[in-house]
């Protein structure tokens, strides 16, 4: 076993037996710890099981050629609406996004397009907005929206074209 | 959260409908999948226990309700990048501070910062895109906070 996942293994270990100490000796922040950690491991739970049947489903029965045609090298301007349609109905944050642009990947978007599903699954998805516009008001969400959007599209692209001249590959199998 | 329930169960249904061979494949991928990313997902989950901890609501509310704009959006995109938030706390929270008189552009920040910067989320980034793609995308991220912030401020009247 490589020296890297022992240092992960104790340090798991020495979490779950802190925490663990903590409820026993009712030791305040580490209870506090715990709590953090069962709260936002439910909210994880709710969603990361149907997302990855999602991208199994996608995996089966999507064509390659499909997603390279609309996402590839040649999609050209269309690819980055379709991919920011695409983000604006996801749910989750940024650790959701993370596979689903790694499977839109394997099956042949380019890496802007991923970097841009990326982006703006984080900042444009249309539930949250609107839950945002209302304690914020639309007038923030509009600016926030549409600032960031261009820019988004713009960093994936440079991102984009300095890794391919590079000839990056994303790490396989995962 | 409903329809992402409902449109899996509907997608599932249809493709047990079509075949019942590639949707076993295709739940056999996912559970692969999802077992094989769950280390880093527990990496983090374990990182966000402890930040959240150390850096409580409170802090956040002390810390950008006084002091002025350029400090405010410093410590905003700060707070912002180290924390990791659900939506559903993370806008009522600026709904808060939004009230206290804390400016447009330094909540810009800190919620841009918030959802596109990852540093607890980087155990599952690296995992998915390497280290090196997962600095540079953050700290493109970062960048196209502070700008947004500024627009926003400029927008609003808060700048000059």
Same mark, same amino acid.
């Given at each position: 076993?490589?020296?890297?996942?022992? *240092?992960? %293994?104790?340090?798991?270990?020495?979490?779950?037996?802190?925490?663990?100490?903590?409820?026993?000796?009712?030791?305040?922040?580490?209870?506090?710890?715990?709590?953090? @950690?069962?709260?936002?491991?439910?909210?994880?739970?709710?969603?990361?099981? @149907?997302?990855? %049947?999602? %991208?199994?489903?996608?995996?089966?029965?999507v064509k390659r050629e499909t997603v390279e045609k609309h996402l590839g090298t040649e999609s050209g301007f269309r690819g980055y609406l379709w991919t920011i349609l695409l983000a604006g109905t996801s749910v989750g944050g940024l650790y959701v996004a993370f596979p689903i642009a790694y499977s839109l990947?394997?099956?042949?978007?380019?890496?802007? *397009?991923? @970097?841009?599903?990326?982006?703006?699954?984080? *900042?444009?998805?249309?539930?949250?907005? %609107?839950?945002?516009?209302?304690?914020?008001? *639309?007038k923030f969400s509009m600016i926030r929206v549409l600032a960031s959007v261009p820019l988004v599209i713009a960093t994936s692209i440079v991102l984009g074209n300095y890794l391919t001249k590079r000839k990056y590959k994303v790490l396989p199998g995962k | 959260m409903y329809y992402l329930y409902i449109l899996t169960i509907l997608a599932l249904l249809i493709s047990v409908f079509k075949s019942v061979d590639k949707t076993s494949k295709a739940v056999k991928i996912a559970v692969k999948k999802f077992i094989t990313i769950l280390p880093a997902f527990l990496s983090m989950l374990i990182l966000v226990s402890i930040i959240l901890f150390l850096i409580p609501d409170k802090i956040i509310l002390k810390y950008l309700g006084d002091n002025n704009k350029f400090v405010g959006i410093t410590l905003a995109s700060f707070f912002g990048s180290v924390t990791l938030m659900p939506g559903f706390i993370a806008f009522p929270l600026c709904g808060i501070l939004l009230k206290k008189g804390v400016t447009y552009m330094v909540l810009s920040a +800190?919620?841009?910062?918030? /959802? /596109?910067?990852?540093?607890?989320?980087?155990?599952?980034?690296?995992?998915?895109?390497?280290?090196?793609?997962?600095?540079?995308?953050? /700290?493109?991220? +970062?960048?196209?906070?502070?700008?947004?912030?500024?627009i926003t401020g400029i927008f609003f009247g808060e700048i000059g």
């Open positions: 076993m490589p020296l890297g996942n022992k *240092i992960k %293994i104790a340090g798991l270990f020495a979490y779950i037996c802190f925490v663990a100490a903590s409820f026993i000796l009712n030791f305040n922040p580490g209870k506090l710890i715990g709590a953090n @950690f069962y709260s936002f491991s439910i909210e994880m739970l709710k969603i990361l099981p @149907f997302a990855f %049947i999602l %991208i199994g489903l996608f995996e089966v029965w990947h394997s099956k042949g978007a380019k890496l802007s *397009i991923i @970097f841009t599903y990326i982006g703006a699954s984080a *900042i444009c998805r249309v539930p949250m907005t %609107i839950f945002e516009a209302s304690f914020m008001g *639309i | +800190f919620s841009t910062t918030l /959802m /596109m910067v990852g540093i607890l989320t980087y155990p599952i980034e690296k995992a998915y895109f390497g280290v090196k793609v997962t600095i540079i995308r953050n /700290m493109f991220s +970062f960048f196209i906070a502070i700008v947004v912030a500024l």
